[in-house]
């Protein structure tokens, strides 16, 4: 058996590779007919054994990426039936028809301007594609004109409808982040916004940029408490107001999106 260790030596130091999940094809060289038994039929043992092991590695390694190819299509899927959902909301409101998909829109730019990665963006357009989905919970009072100032259990509902949107997104562990935006869309860098009153620093990133786009869409559409206003006078309403309602870095993107785009801006003309 002397003779035999050197072969027997690297057999067992092979072994310990393939048992350590390196594959290679070190020990195919001991299943020549140079090789004396029993290593040679132990080395040929071993190398079938490691081609039937990497097959079914393969296999699996094809199932689990069609498993995440599904999972990518159910959170899809997903995502735009709660999306169809915010839609048909819109419909009961001729006054924010639109509205969600120029918010989403605008967003995107301002997240895109700021250098937010291609993952990172695409969080902020779901975000505020879906961030009024909470009003799905209020009442159709809130969708109709009350004139320049609505009654209070109104003004209740619609300082609640963050945390509706919240409450029913959390449901889809997959959208925690973007659940983390909408409920806090509405604060204010002064802490004077809602739901929970938030400091400037409390307020996700994400949902600062939600804020500049909602307000400016807000602003330039047709509301039942007010006459469109022009690009121009919301763009000064938003700079006159940054560092205290808005993020003064979302807001100077923001500016710097319509100076390039000229154009369009989350399909809105300016």
């Given at each position: 058996?002397?003779e035999?260790s050197?072969?027997?030596?690297q057999l067992?130091?092979?072994i310990?590779?393939?048992a350590?999940?390196?594959?290679?094809n070190?020990i195919?060289?001991?299943?020549t007919?140079?090789?004396?038994?029993?290593i040679?039929?132990?080395?040929?043992a071993?190398?079938?054994?490691m081609?039937?092991?990497?097959?079914?590695?393969?296999h699996?390694?094809?199932?689990?990426?069609?498993?995440?190819?599904?999972?990518?299509q159910?959170?899809?899927?997903t995502?735009?039936?709660?999306?169809?959902m915010?839609q048909?909301?819109?419909?009961?409101?001729t006054?924010?028809?639109?509205?969600?998909e120029?918010?989403a829109?605008?967003?995107?730019?301002?997240a895109?301007?700021?250098?937010?990665?291609?993952e990172r963006?695409?969080?902020v357009r779901?975000?505020g594609?879906?961030?009024?989905?909470?009003?799905?919970?209020?009442?159709?009072?809130?969708?109709q004109?009350?004139?320049?100032?609505n009654?209070?259990?109104?003004?209740?509902?619609?300082?609640?409808?963050?945390?509706?949107?919240?409450?029913?997104?959390s449901?889809?562990d997959?959208?925690n982040?973007v659940?983390?935006?909408?409920?806090?869309?509405?604060e204010?860098?002064?802490?004077?916004?809602?739901?929970y009153?938030l400091?400037?620093e409390?307020?996700?990133?994400e949902?600062?940029?939600?804020a500049?786009?909602?307000?400016?869409?807000?602003?330039?559409?047709?509301?039942p408490y007010?006459?469109a206003?022009?690009?121009?006078?919301?763009?000064?309403?938003?700079k006159?107001?940054?560092?205290h309602h808005?993020d003064?870095?979302?807001?100077a993107?923001?500016?710097r999106?319509?100076?390039?785009?000229?154009?369009d801006?989350?399909?809105?003309?300016v």
């Amino acid at each position: 058996m002397h003779e035999n260790s050197q072969e027997l030596h690297q057999l067992l130091e092979i072994i310990a590779r393939i048992a350590a999940g390196n594959y290679s094809n070190d020990i195919m060289a001991l299943t020549t007919d140079d090789t004396p038994e029993p290593i040679k039929t132990i080395a040929e043992a071993m190398g079938l054994m490691m081609v039937k092991v990497e097959a079914r590695e393969f296999h699996l390694e094809q199932l689990v990426s069609e498993l995440q190819r599904l999972n990518e299509q159910i959170r899809h899927n997903t995502i735009q039936t709660v999306a169809a959902m915010a839609q048909a909301l819109e419909a009961r409101d001729t006054y924010t028809r639109g509205h969600a998909e120029r918010v989403a829109g605008i967003a995107a730019e301002i997240a895109a301007e700021m250098d937010f990665d291609a993952e990172r963006v695409e969080l902020v357009r779901t975000a505020g594609l879906l961030h009024d989905i909470g009003k799905i919970g209020c009442s159709d009072r809130i969708f109709q004109d009350h004139g320049p100032k609505n009654p209070p259990d109104v003004v209740k509902e619609i300082l609640n409808h963050p945390v509706i949107g919240g409450d029913i997104l959390s449901r889809l562990d997959f959208l925690n982040e973007v659940t983390r935006i909408i409920i806090t869309h509405h604060e204010r860098m002064d802490g004077k916004g809602y739901p929970y009153r938030l400091g400037a620093e409390q307020i996700p990133l994400e949902a600062r940029i939600i804020a500049v786009a909602d307000g400016f869409d807000a602003m330039t559409t047709d509301r039942p408490y007010q006459r469109a206003r022009s690009v121009e006078v919301a763009m000064g309403i938003l700079k006159e107001d940054a560092g205290h309602h808005w993020d003064c870095d979302c807001v100077a993107a923001f500016e710097r999106v319509l100076a390039r785009n000229g154009q369009d801006a989350g399909g809105k003309i300016v």
